[in-house]
T-cell receptor, first 113, second 111 residues
């Protein structure tokens, strides 16, 4: 959905560097989900955030990955010390309070060299 | 057991035929069911959602839900080559709004 913004659209990092992915939800939406999709695989839930709160991070790897959704500004998914296995498409989706339909951003394609 | 199961396909149908996409889920407390379409290299796009048992129609698309059988399907009538994509089934379980996606079924509509 054009209303959800993600940047950058493509990100290339070398092993050991940090990757920072940003997601701005649709106007009026205060809930953000992050998903990872490997080639030829389905969407895997990573984390669910509301403004200033992590609601569910059960899909996040225990190390190197973190997410935040501050009161002001976009949601950030941070991957520290990237490895080749982190190469994937990362999508965020937003929804409004009380709604159930998620709308996806265009995704960030992360390539780790 | 996977929470949301779909046949990955590919499912090939001739142009103008009905495409039938199926999905089963394991959580009996699931309340909301979604179908997304994803073109290669693009993000998922919501097609339909359904909450109640029975059929829900929107244009050429019909979603069918059978909670007793834990089964949801998507029918695409008069299939077009532009319908060729991967169709993702998604389910919201009981409790808060965590969405679980199936692996997706790749549909190929042959002209």
């Amino acid at each position: 959905n054009a209303g959800v913004m993600q940047n950058p659209r493509h990100l290339v990092r070398r092993r050991g560097q940090e990757a920072r992915l940003r997601c701005s939800p649709m106007k009026g939406h205060s809930h953000v989900y992050w998903y990872r999709q490997l080639p030829e695989e389905g969407l895997k839930f990573m984390v669910y955030l509301q403004k200033e709160n992590i609601i569910d991070e059960s899909g996040m790897p225990k190390e190197r990955f973190s997410a935040e959704f501050p009161k002001e500004g976009p949601s950030i998914l941070r991957i520290q010390q990237v490895v080749r296995g982190d190469s994937a498409a990362y999508f965020c989706a937003s929804l409004g309070t009380g709604a159930v339909e998620q709308f996806f951003g265009p995704g960030t394609r992360l390539t780790v060299l | 057991q996977k929470e949301v199961e779909q046949n990955s396909g590919p499912l090939s149908v001739p142009e103008g035929a009905i495409a039938s996409l199926n999905c089963t889920y394991s959580d009996r407390g699931s309340q909301s069911f979604f179908w997304y379409r994803q073109y290669s290299g693009k993000s998922p796009e919501l097609i339909m959602f359904i909450y109640s048992n029975g059929d829900k129609e929107d244009g050429r698309f019909t979603a069918q839900l059978n909670k007793a059988s834990q089964y949801v399907s998507l029918l695409i009538r008069d299939s077009q080559p532009s319908d060729s994509a991967t169709y993702l089934c998604a389910v919201i379980g009981g409790g808060y709004q965590k969405v679980t996606f199936g692996i997706g079924t790749k549909l190929q509509v042959i002209p």
